[in-house]
C-alpha cells in the first residue's frame, strides 16, 4: 500500500464509504477550489458556500455512482470547479450583486464559452485518459509541484516531468489530427507527422510548408503551445476562468495557512472504530463532517 494515495484510488475508495479517503481528497483540493469561488463571488463567506457545495456534489456523485460503475468522475479539480461555477451562476438568478466584477461581465454576456479554435482541443482533451487530463490540467493550467501531481496522479515523482511533456506532445498531435482531417487537401498530415517526429525545440523546414498555410500557421502554433494550452484549456472546459485572480487568491490561501496553521489545520474526522459500517449513514456522517469543516472562517 504506498503511502501516498492518488485521486483515482481514493474516489473509489470514498465511493466503497471511506471517510478517511474524502478527508484527503477535500484537504488537497480545498484551497483551489475556494481561490476559483473567491474569483466568481465578491464576498468570502460566499465562497465558503459555494466550495461547500461542490465538495458535497462530489461526495454525492461518487457514493451514487459506486452502486453501479467506478466512481471516477475525472480530474476532481475540474469536477469541483464546474460545481463552483454553476452554483454561483444559479444564485445569481435570485440578485447577483454578491458576483465579482468580472465574473458579473461573464454572466451578464450569457455564461459565453469561447468559440475561438477551440473545437479541435476539446475534442483532442476528452481523448485522453482521466490520468493524462489530471496531469495536465494541474501540470499546464494551475502549475503545481511534481511532487503535487505525482501524489495525485499516481504517477511516479521521478517520472512526472517525462510524462507531461509526453501528454502534452499526444494532445498536440491529436488535435491536429482532428484539425487536419476536417479541411485540409492529402499531404497535410504526412507533413505534420514529419514535424512532429523532430524533437521538439529544433527547427524544422519541409517544403509542404511553403504552399499550405495552415500547417504552416499550425507548426507556428506548436512554438506557443503552453501558453496557448494554459489559456485555452481552462476556458473550454469552464467556460469562466480568470488565471490571475485564481493565482492571486491560491496565494493569499497558502500564505494565511502558513501564518495560522492552527485555525486552518485539519478538520476532525470520524475516528475508523467510530466509523458506520453502512452507507447511507456514512453519507450522513461525511456530509456532516464536510460541512463542519467548511462552515469554518476562513483566514
Ligand atoms: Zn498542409
Redesign the pocket.
Known amino acids: 500500500m504506498p503511502s501516498v494515495v492518488d485521486d483515482a484510488a481514493l474516489q473509489r475508495e470514498i465511493g466503497h464509504g471511506d471517510a478517511e479517503a474524502f478527508q484527503t481528497l477535500r484537504e488537497r483540493h480545498y484551497e483551489s477550489i475556494h481561490a476559483y469561488a473567491a474569483s466568481c463571488v465578491s464576498d468570502p463567506q460566499t465562497a465558503h458556500e459555494i466550495s461547500q457545495v461542490a465538495f458535497l456534489g462530489l461526495l454525492q456523485v461518487l457514493e451514487a455512482r459506486s452502486k453501479t460503475m467506478e466512481p471516477n468522475v475525472g480530474c476532481v479539480r475540474i469536477f469541483l470547479a464546474n460545481r463552483v461555477r454553476g452554483e454561483a451562476v444559479r444564485r445569481a438568478v435570485r440578485g447577483n450583486d454578491f458576483l465579482s466584477i468580472p465574473f458579473r461581465q461573464w454572466v451578464d454576456r450569457g455564461c459565453m464559452w469561447p468559440l475561438e479554435d477551440i473545437g479541435q482541443l476539446g475534442a483532442a482533451y476528452s481523448q485522453l485518459t482521466d490520468q493524462q487530463q489530471t496531469l495536465l490540467w494541474h501540470a499546464v493550467v494551475e502549475q503545481d509541484t511534481p511532487r503535487f501531481i505525482s501524489d495525485i496522479t499516481g504517477i511516479p515523482f521521478i517520472a512526472v516531468s517525462r510524462v507531461i511533456s509526453q501528454t502534452r506532445s499526444e494532445l498536440f498531435r491529436s488535435r491536429v489530427h482532428l484539425y ?1 482531417d476536417l479541411a ?2 492529402a ?2 498530415v504526412g ?2 507527422e514529419e514535424i512532429f517526429a523532430v524533437p521538439e525545440g529544433s527547427s524544422f523546414w519541409n517544403f ?1 510548408l511553403d504552399s ?1 498555410y ?2 504552416a500557421d499550425t507548426q507556428r502554433k506548436f512554438t506557443y503551445w503552453d501558453t496557448l494550452l494554459a489559456e485555452q484549456l481552462p476556458a473550454i472546459l469552464l467556460g469562466w476562468w480568470n488565471q490571475e485572480i485564481h493565482r492571486q487568491m491560491k496565494h493569499t490561501a497558502t500564505e494565511s495557512r502558513q501564518e495560522y496553521p492552527a485555525r486552518s489545520g485539519s478538520p476532525t474526522v470520524p475516528s475508523p472504530a467510530a466509523r458506520p459500517h453502512h452507507h447511507t449513514s456514512l453519507l450522513l456522517t461525511l456530509v456532516r463532517a464536510v460541512h463542519s469543516f467548511l462552515s469554518r472562517p476562513w483566514t
Open positions: 487536419l485540409c487537401p499531404g497535410c507533413a505534420m509542404h499550405c495552415r500547417c
